[in-house]
C-alpha cells in the first residue's frame, strides 16, 4: 500500500469515526427529549417510532444510523430513496442484517406512486384518490404490501399537500378498498407560525375519527426536530426527525 493511499485511508476512518460520534450524541439527545416528552406526556417511549429523516444524506450515513440502533428511515424523493435504499438493503443483506423500514414522507406525484410502492414500505402523505389507484398498482406489480398513512392539510391550504379533514373519510375507506394497502393512520405538517399544540390536537381528533371506522389505523405522524414533544402530548406514534440527528442539510452539486 503507498504511502498516500496509508493516509487516505487514515482520514476516511477518521471522519467515519468522527461522524459516527457526532451521530451518536444527536441521537442521544433526541431520544432523551422524547423519554422527557414521554413522562410529560404519561407515555411510554416504546411506544413510539423515532424516523430519521436521510434526504440529502449519504448511504454512509444511513449505515452508521442502523449501526446504531435506527430501524426507521425517511426519504421525500423517489430517485434518491430508490437509489440510496437499494444500496443500503445491498449492503445490510450482504452483512447478514435485517434491512429497515422506508417511510417515504414527502409530496407524491401520482404517476411515481406506483414506482414507490415497489420499495418502500411505508407511505405516510396519501392525501388524494388518486395515489391510491398508483400505489396499489405498484404493490400489485411489486406482489408486496405497502403500509399507508394518510396527510391531513390543518390549515386548508391543500396545494402544499394534504387532504381537508372533512374528505378524510372518503380517502381512507378508498385505502382500505385496496387489497395490498394496508391503512395505518394519519400524518401532518404543523404549519409555519401556527401553534403546533392547536395542530396536533386536530390532527389528534381526525385520527380518533378515523380510528372510529377503521381500529386498525392506530398511527399519528406528528412531530420534527423543533416540535416534536408537541407531537408526543397529542399522541404522535411517529417522530419524523431529520436536522437534530443530522445536522444541516448537505450542500447539493
Known sequence: MTHDRLQRDERHHCEDRERHEQLRDNLAAVHERISRGCAEAGRDPD???????????????????HRLGVRHFGENRDQEAAEKFQEVRRLLSGAGEQPPTLHFI??????????????????????????????????????????????????????????????????????????LLSLKGVMAVAPLGADPDECFARLREVADGIRGRHPAAEWISAGMSGDLEA???????????????LGSRPSLL
Open 231 to 245: 407531537g408526543l402530548r397529542h399522541g404522535a406514534t411517529h417522530l419524523r426527525v431529520g436536522s437534530a440527528i
Open 47 to 65: 411506544d413510539v417510532t423515532l424516523v430519521v429523516v436521510t434526504k440529502y444524506f449519504p448511504v454512509s450515513d444511513v449505515l452508521l444510523l
Open 106 to 179: 414527502g409530496r407524491l406525484q401520482s404517476n411515481k406512486a406506483g414506482h414507490v410502492a415497489g420499495y418502500a414500505d411505508v407511505v405516510q402523505s396519501v392525501d388524494r384518490t388518486k395515489l391510491v389507484t398508483g400505489l396499489a398498482k405498484g404493490a400489485h406489480v411489486a406482489d408486496r404490501a405497502v403500509q399507508v398513512m394518510l396527510q391531513v392539510s390543518l390549515d386548508g391550504d391543500t396545494a402544499r399537500g394534504g387532504v381537508l379533514p372533512e374528505d378524510v373519510d372518503d380517502l381512507a375507506d378508498a385505502v382500505a378498498a385496496q387489497g
